[in-house]
């Protein structure tokens, strides 16, 4: 007896995985954050990763839900800067649950965004935005201040006055 469906099994099977394929990629959300070009570590791997490579941190704390974080995002995405610089640095994203609740990682409040900079073992660095609101000196609100405080990190913290 003949199929009544023109299509064999295995035909459709593949069909079925194709349009499945295409809705996935379809979908999905670009890489946050400059993840293409950002190599962002978890925070619970951060400091080890820092030490091992005895690399300063900059430490992104921020939260899903907040409109100024997602403007700072959009910095990073656009910012051959901050690319550029980012391979000096162990990049630690902290994003919502993952904030560790140390004090020491919010010094002026938990306010989001913040970007801290920490030595190799783990010591928030003096370097802020000096330009910034003096109520929240670890927010950055415009990409050349946080490219000018990464600059001022590498300096204090590796002793790394030019970079490549």
């Known amino acids: 007896m003949r199929a009544a469906f023109p299509f064999p099994r295995v035909a459709l099977m593949t069909l079925a ?3 499945c394929l295409c809705t996935a990629l379809a979908t999905a959300k670009p890489a946050k954050w400059n993840g293409k070009h950002i190599d962002w570590v978890p925070w619970s791997q951060a400091l080890s990763t820092a030490e091992r490579e005895n690399k300063p941190v900059v430490m992104l704390i921020h939260k ?3 409109a100024a974080c997602k403007a700072l995002e959009r910095h990073f995405s656009a910012s051959p800067e901050i690319e550029a610089l980012s391979q000096h640095f162990v ?4 994003e919502d649950d993952d904030e560790p609740g140390d004090e020491k990682y919010a010094a002026q ?3 989001s965004p913040r970007v801290l900079f920490l030595t190799p073992n ?3 660095a ?3 935005n000096e330009r910034g609101d003096p109520s929240h000196l670890h927010f950055y609100g415009d990409v ?3 490219v000018q405080s990464m600059l001022t990190a590498l300096r204090e ?3 790394i006055a030019d970079v490549d």
């Not at 990049?91 to 902290?94: I, K, L, Q, R, Y």
């Open 17 to 19: 995985v194709l349009l």
């Open 64 to 66: 899903t839900w907040c």
């Open 91 to 94: 990049m630690a994203n902290v």
């Open 109 to 111: 409040g938990a306010y």
């Open 122 to 124: 783990g010591d928030v």
């Open 126 to 128: 003096d370097v802020i």
């Open 144 to 146: 050349n201040e946080l």
């Open 157 to 159: 913290i590796s002793g």
